[in-house]
């Protein structure tokens, strides 16, 4: 058994973070997934509480290595 995480840049603030690829925030542009980190998660979350938004879902373990098992890569 093992574990999976992947090391990518925010794509909000370009800082690298590591996250597990099936769970993490993440935009589409042009069909491809950009990850966002917990930290631009948590500022985004807040600003969305502030103008009374529900704030965007942040899965259980999504900042955390993976069970490869789990995995669809």
Do not use: W
Request: charged letters at 20%; hydrophobic letters at 35%.
């Amino acid at each position: 058994m093992g574990y999976l995480f992947i090391l990518t840049p925010c794509y909000a603030c370009n800082r690298p973070f590591t996250c597990a690829p099936d769970l993490v925030p993440s935009i589409r542009i042009d069909g491809i997934k950009h990850a966002i980190c917990k930290n631009c998660m948590d500022l985004a979350n807040a600003k969305r509480k502030g103008m009374g938004l529900a704030p965007h879902p942040i899965l259980p373990g999504a900042y955390e290595p993976q069970d490869e098992n789990d995995s669809n890569l």
